[in-house]
């Protein structure tokens, strides 16, 4: 079964950028979908985006036009950059595998 790691999260001032990431244990080439996901306390996981290995891509409201999910296949990274963050992206965030595997999840908080 695949492994996940996520890595890249911290404390960020409103209007401040992160980048998230996340190396598969398998090639990436291999997933058919990778996607990134958050939980804010006392609220349900929620997905932030996704994306195909066919480069499809597909982000939530809540985040479209601020956040970009990528891969980049000779490094076998997947990434999420954060721009503009906002108080209400203040969450654990969780890199998903092919809906059923997870990494442990990074915190992101972004607070001045």
């Known amino acids: 079964q695949v492994q996940l790691v996520e890595s890249g999260g911290g404390l960020v001032q409103p209007g401040g950028s992160l980048r998230l990431s996340c190396p598969p244990s398998?090639?990436?080439?291999?997933?058919?979908?990778m996607a990134w996901y958050r939980q804010a306390p006392g609220k349900q996981r929620e997905l932030v985006a996704a994306i195909t290995n066919g480069g499809r891509t597909k982000y939530s409201d809540a985040v479209s036009g601020r956040f970009t999910i990528s891969t980049d296949i000779p490094s076998n990274m997947m990434y999420l950059q954060m721009n503009s963050l906002e108080p209400e992206d203040t969450a654990v965030y969780y890199c998903?595998?092919?809906?059923?595997?997870w990494g442990q999840g990074t915190q992101v908080t972004v607070s001045s």
């Open positions: 998903n595998a092919n809906d059923d595997t």
């Open positions: 398998a090639r990436i080439w291999r997933i058919r979908v």
